[in-house]
Nanobody, 124 residues
């Protein structure tokens, strides 16, 4: 499966942004899809994931602010980002895999397919 991440941009603190991860080549059926983010000099950080059965997992820094969802008809996973903060500034990547077990959802090495990344910049 090929992933295309989009929707990044410049937003003021407290604002909202919606990222999209579109799949091509095959559908997301049976896949766990996750968002990770990375800033220069730091390791990639888990943000949120939606499992093949619809269960969502969020990291503590974004819990209550970000929402991951899936539109099966459009073969797209979204990350709705509300109440953004300057520390949310990063390149956001979507990733997918069919073989992610629950205990590995937060690990980037659990995912076989990656999108190209989209930059999110939050101004204070």
């Amino acid at each position: 499966v090929q992933l295309q991440a989009s929707g990044g941009g410049l937003v003021q603190a407290g604002g909202s942004l919606r990222l999209s991860c579109a799949a091509s080549g095959r559908t997301f059926v049976g896949y766990t899809v996750a968002w990770f983010r990375q800033t220069p000099g730091k390791e990639r950080e888990f943000v949120s994931a939606i499992r093949w059965n619809g269960v969502t997992i969020d990291s503590d820094p974004v819990k209550g602010r970000f929402t991951i969802s899936r539109n099966s008809a459009k073969n797209t996973v979204y990350l709705q980002m509300n109440g953004v903060k300057p520390e949310d500034t990063a390149v956001y990547y979507c990733a997918a895999s069919t073989t992610v077990i629950l205990s590995s959802v937060r690990r980037d090495d659990a995912y076989a397919y990656w999108g190209q990344g989209t930059q999110v910049t939050v101004s204070s």
